[in-house]
């Protein structure tokens, strides 16, 4: 399953996600995942067979579609996490042998290069106590970041993250969302996760 977040505000963006993955990858199931749009016309330009626009007044960002997706659509046994910003160009099913491929990665560490948030709080202190919080396993030092956060895997990842509790961070705004891409990054090698094997546009 290919999952889309979408925020629609006009504009066609969302129209050329899902034709592009409609081309490549016809046969995959797309769902987009509502994120309280202000305009909701492009629901009856973009549904047909094997598209889905799920109303679901999400308001967590990227990352509250694809733990909706996670929860509510459980016969996949594989989701494709991508922003509809992302637009697919080739056959990505090959991906499908790996448990997890990320987008793009890049090397990250725990207490810089987060950035700051609208106030001038740094997110590395954000994301830290959030994690603390609520995640059964320890912040590593190190990591690597995991762009978007998009990846494509398995159920089973979710079920790993899933496990730990990590569901449980929430993007309230746009700058809790950019720090869920180094969240998402640390989590996953913590499970033994290396997002550098494979990812789709490296580092």
Same mark, same amino acid.
């Given at each position: ?12 963006l969302i ?84 448990? %997890?491929?990320?987008? @793009?990665? $890049?090397? +990250? =560490? ?8 609208? /106030? &001038? ?18 912040f ?37 969302? %950019?720090?869920?891409? @180094?969240? $998402?990054? +640390? =989590? ?8 550098? /094997? &494979? ?5």
């Open positions: 399953m290919i999952v889309f977040p979408c925020r629609h505000e006009g504009g066609t129209d050329a996600a899902v034709a592009a993955a409609r081309k490549w990858m016809p046969d995959e199931p797309i769902l987009l995942v509502d994120s309280a749009s202000p305009d909701r016309s492009y629901a009856r330009r973009v549904t047909q067979p094997g598209v889905h626009v799920c109303p679901a007044e999400n308001e967590n960002y990227a990352v509250g579609a694809f733990w909706h997706a996670y929860e509510h659509h459980t016969k996949s046994d594989f989701y494709y996490l991508f922003h509809d910003s992302l637009m697919i160009r080739d056959d990505l099913t090959d991906l499908r042998d790996r448990e %997890c491929t990320a987008v @793009r990665w $890049w090397p +990250a =560490a725990r207490d810089h290069g987060w950035g700051w948030d609208r /106030d &001038g709080n740094e997110l590395c202190e954000w994301g830290q106590s959030e994690w603390e919080l609520f995640v059964r396993a320890r590593p030092e190190t990591f690597q970041g995991c762009f978007g956060p998009m990846a494509a895997g398995s159920r089973g990842v979710l079920d790993e993250l899933y496990a730990l509790d990590f569901d449980l961070i929430k993007a309230a705004d746009k700058w809790q969302a %950019c720090a869920q891409e @180094r969240l $998402w990054g +640390a =989590a996953l090698n913590v499970l033994g996760h290396d997002l550098a /094997d &494979g990812a789709l546009q490296g580092a």
